[in-house]
């Protein structure tokens, strides 16, 4: 009986979610709202290509002969989550930014999900590709935080560093969420908006991801900077340590941000610019 209610209570939940604000649930930024955002400012340009029937799609902002900057998002989300960076004057003066969007989201087969951290980090790889006398640093929120990390490890002649914004890395601290499989129930998912079910479906096989990630991170040579804020209560802080059971102390910065939530990106933003800058002077 409580599983019913339970049901029930996810479907009316959504249901509303759905109904009252939808367009607002893809978390991508329609033509007439980047117009709008970025009056005043350069447009980033938007990028499309095809790749393993997919469409890889990103917005690249900044002079091109800069050091290369990927931003990589969390779940659910898309390259707008980091809409004010691409329009940062310092930013664009002085690197070469690309926001894409992952597997499923934005404008990258929106819908279309891809739950293997290893397909995500060959499909952003693709961008990468396209600069290859570059090494980049990748900055990766939340869930984009084990997609740069699988990079790093599948690619490292293509990266430079590594930028964690309260990632989810550590595969002992991923909550078993009640709520998650019955997010999979056709009669739930049907009133569910596509963008947190496309979400559900990331974080359900998440654990196991990041377990497969384990001996990666013992071969990973690549310097850390670490964001975490000590009140956040989605993605718990000790993932910021998790980095250094496998790698030298050299190579790893923790900065902990105190009364910080999860929302760095938003309520934090020269923080993850004080990264970039970091690894950017490192050799």
């Not at 479907?11 to 649930?25: D, E, K, R, T």
């Not at 960076?85 to 819908?111: E, Q």
């Not at 740069?148 to 964690?164: E, H, R, S, T």
Request: charged share 20%; hydrophobic share 40%; aromatic share 12%.
């Amino acid at each position: 009986m409580k599983t019913i209610l339970k049901v029930f209570f996810i479907v009316s939940v959504s249901a509303l979610v759905s109904h009252f604000i939808g367009g607002c649930m893809e978390f991508r930024m329609s033509s007439k709202e980047m117009g709008s955002y970025y009056e005043g400012y350069p447009k980033p340009e938007l990028v499309s290509f095809a790749f393993g029937g997919r469409t890889v799609h990103y917005a690249e902002a900044g002079d091109p002969t800069k050091p290369l900057v990927m931003f990589v998002h969390g779940s659910p989300g898309s390259w707008s989550a980091f809409a004010d960076f691409l329009r940062d004057s310092v930013l664009i003066a002085n690197f070469h930014m690309i926001a894409p969007d992952r597997p499923g989201f934005g404008y990258s087969n929106f819908g279309k999900v891809e739950p293997s951290l290893k397909k995500q980090s060959e499909f952003l790889y693709q961008i990468l590709k396209r600069y290859p006398e570059k090494r980049a640093i990748l900055v990766g929120h939340s869930l984009g935080g084990p997609v740069i990390a699988q990079m790093a490890m599948d690619y490292p002649d293509n990266v430079k560093g590594l930028l964690f914004v309260a990632p989810s890395i550590d595969p002992a601290l991923e909550p078993d969420e009640w709520f998650r499989p019955l997010l999979r129930n056709f009669v739930v998912r049907t009133f569910t908006p596509i963008s947190l079910a496309v979400s559900n479906e990331e974080i359900i096989g998440l654990k196991e991801e990041l377990g497969m990630m384990t001996d990666g991170w013992k071969s990973l040579k690549k310097p850390v900077y670490m964001l975490q804020g000590d009140k956040d209560t989605l993605v718990p802080m000790e993932n910021a340590y998790y980095p250094g059971r496998f790698m030298p102390d050299s190579l790893i910065y923790i900065q902990l941000l105190s009364g910080v939530n999860h929302f760095i990106p938003w309520s934090h933003p020269q923080e993850i610019v004080k990264g970039i800058h970091y690894l950017n002077a490192l050799p």
